[in-house]
């Protein structure tokens, strides 16, 4: 680096005071002030109520008294910790607001709210200086956090970096069993504002700390109700918290992707407005402390080596800090792989700054109990020398003084290194708009000839939330693009090639690959990657691969979730810098598709070209008649696919507002195509779930509820209760469970007392999304019959993972059977499937390659008979010759062989035999038969995106089957098609199946026999 003079004496008076600082700082002892007045009686509960003396620390053994600030008990009525005590949010933000009353050092903000419409908050705290410069230090680190903006000039970032503060965000209990992060963190609030350590104090004059101690507010709020109903019912079981958040439950700490959640796009756009250094979130599922921030390898192939390093330099800090605190248990290595950036921590690794992530250990509520470890929690590893006690008494007061000790550590670590890392925000955001030149790509094409637009601007809108910036070519441009494997040059595999292909996609290290000339017209969108936030760009639209020998064998979640691919959009990865010279400009406004009427007319036309739009568009319109067109056709001079619209009879005013609205494009023409049609209603849907878990429904409930889809949502016990359910739905969808065929239908076992999950005056937060008087009962034998009446009477069941295996085990459907593999290993990833039947409504508006999520999804055996398995090879027997010889018997003329069978898919039922028709009592007739829709594609082109091993095991079965079922239907999915708002790209295949249940049997072909 060459620096002018009076820039280098800067950087060497930076340097020095840097070194001074880190020195000043060794000699700073964790520990009380001798001089400040400690709150005895606090202090003395905080001993009664720690179970060991190791299981505290000089940084929390004691409480600072204040005679103006209140300490917790001012809310709690005891000691952060205190057995039998958990506060609501509403009680911790009322402490917070005290807080923020009695000190100049504390702000409280609002940051939005929840789905069920609790407050979310964010509080500021450090010293007086660092609250009044909170604007004039944010200004500072939004110029660090966007370098164009001082146009990359590195003296003038050291004058940033010298005159901020670095902004250290905690996020707590976003997983609501996990119980201790409010007290720890209004304590910790406390103890920022109030000690005069010369440890503490330091922190609050060098780092600005942001907490939002409760992240899931409406789970939050349901655990308290259920620890409270379990102090009043001390000696009985009581209900476990089956809903956390309004939709899902453990995996809201997976929507950093998908942003579908709102507690996700409010911590989103905290971290964007306040441009924090670190993002550091808490949890409590391993004894004492792991600090997984290091975690396990693979790490994320998208971010920073800096992160990387970073990562180590804090972890390790804090395990030898609390080690030399003689507190068991600390460590940072363990079995959590870096590689999804579905974490909420994870906003910040993809955004420049520093991901963070601990769990300490709690007792999912506030009693204190003997725990007894397992052999692999206590043992000593290499990274673990000094292990958690094979059995100990814990209280939730040792899990609050785990979670402050390690908080306060790496905060005074972090003010004491506060330059470097607010250099390193520089150098990692710089980094980031230098990609182009550098790693690549320059950036990202969506054409904007794409036959989804509507898909394609949800797509880029979750993009915009995650702050990425969209620009928009305003003329057509040329650039190199890689070659598309399949393009005229590189030939397609055989079909014998491909029979004998290695079950996973090859690994081998690749040349560079071909390129050749792409135009895209004008309106295409680019997304530029020499923008401060393209590593989120370039992680979430890449590809992954994770290769099946990985060390790493504990894979921890998704290995893949490739947007372009799992919306069905479009997405070009442009490594050219030309790219970056096209026409375009910033797009400033939220990405939508045009929508409008062309032409003039009495009859309306919108191709079906599976945008989710479409399905808001007919619920909406619910009154509206609206045909499908069973085949494609040509009208206003274009082409139209299968299940396009037709509209005969409705008001243009009222077409042109919706479809304005949707983006959706509209054809008006004067005489309706001739071509056969059926009518496409706006049919009652419900979603059912059982009290056994609700963790993955919860994606297709925030689905439909986003796309305006309206449902009615019952338990398997309403259908266990109700043998009329055809009378009251059309639909029934029963998205995966995870807990097996058998327990859907006998629910918990019956012993003790029963579970209530109600609204009560003990218990005022429960009961609003359903609610029981017992959780136990399942579905029940009643409850199946229930449900196979509704079929035979003319219903649409969809199943999809394990409630297929649930379907076709309880004989729902005749002619598949089903088995789960043994080799295959899909772990969360994206496989190519193929159109097998396009005349099926469930297939319209797709084309013949669409990628789906897969999590080892069940593998389907079709079968023209009841009972029957799907088809089998029959090798040679043992004989005369080479292996496709015919053997000889001996002593006679050689026999004339029958007519080999014609070969059958594996996505296909084997033709019906001479043997079965000779009395066909389990034969199924040609109009009951399965019908397959998609199917996996082979080997070789199965794999898309993340981690394939052992794929010829489900290479070419058969991912989705219309099941015919007396008059109805049973729909089975061994793909997911609704999976944490990442794949909008299949969520049609539902609608379709939903907006066609009573015509699915349209352009099917009948076998004769
Ligand atoms: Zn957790």
Known sequence: MT??????????????LTTFLKIADAQIKPGRDPNQPIDQEYTNKIREYTTAPYFNSPLTDYLPASADVPNPKAVLGDVAGAPGKLPYAEDVYKYMRMLERASPRVKVYSIGTTEEGREMIAVAIGSEQLINRLEENRARLTKLADPRSINMDEAEADRLV???????????????PETG??????????RLVVDNSPYVKFIRDNVLTLITPVVEVD??????DVYNWHLAHPNENWPYLIYWGHYVAHDNNRDAIGLSLKLTRNVMNTYLSWKPQVLHDLHESVPYLYDNTIGDGPYNAWVDPILTDEWQMIGWNNVSEMTKFGMPGVFAHGNFDTWSPGYLMFI????????????????????????????????RTWYRQNPPLPKAKWSQRNNNNY???????????????????????????KRSIDKPKNEGPAAYVLPGDDPRLGNQAELLRTLQMQGVEISKATAPFTVAVKKKPGSATSPRPSAAATAAASPSPAASPTPTPKTEDRTFPAGSYIVRIDQPYSRIADALLDYQYWAPND????????????????????VVRVTDVKVLQASMERVTSEVRSPGSIKNAGSVFLVNHNADNALVTFRYRLKDVEMDAAEEPFEAAGRKFNRGSFIIRRANGDDLRRVADELGIQIYAVNDAPSVRTHPIRAPRIAVMHTWLSTQDEGWYRIGLDHLQVPFAYISTQDVSRDPNLKSKYDVILFAPVGRGSQAIINGLPMYGNPLPWKKTTLTPNLGSIDETDDMRPGLGWSGLQNLQKFVKEGGLFIAVDDTTDFAINYGFTAGVSVNRSSRLRAVGAILRTKMVDAGSPIAYGYSDSLAMYCSNGPIFNINNGVGGRGPRTQPRATGRGTPDDPDVPQGRPPAELPEPPPRVEPWEAPPVTDEQRRNAIGLIPPNQRPRVVLRYADSRELFVSGLLDGGDEIAQRAAIIDVPSGNGHVLLFSTNPFWRGQTKGSYFLVFNAILNWDNLNAGRKLAEK
């Open 551 to 570: 060390p790493q064998q504990d894979i921890y979640d998704d290995t893949a979730w490739t947007m372009g691919e799992l919306a069905n959009v479009e």
């Open 403 to 429: 979670q402050q000790t390690a908080l306060l550590t790496s905060l005074h670590y972090f003010g004491a290194n506060s330059k470097l890392f607010l250099k390193n925000f520089y150098i990692k955001s």
């Open 348 to 379: 910040a690794a993809t955004h420049n700054g520093i991901s963070r992530l601990y769990e300490t250990f709690g007792n999912a509520g506030a009693d204190t109990v003997e725990r007894t470890l397992s052999p692999s929690e206590y043992q």
């Open 219 to 224: 789970g939050r709020n349901r655990m308290v």
């Open 162 to 176: 010298a005159a901020s503060f670095p902004v250290y965000y905690i996020t707590g209990t976003i997983h609501s």
């Open 181 to 190: 992060s409010p007290t720890a963190l209004m304590e910790l609030a406390y």
């Open 3 to 16: 620096l002018s003079r009076p820039f280098r004496s800067l950087f060497l008076s930076i340097f020095f």
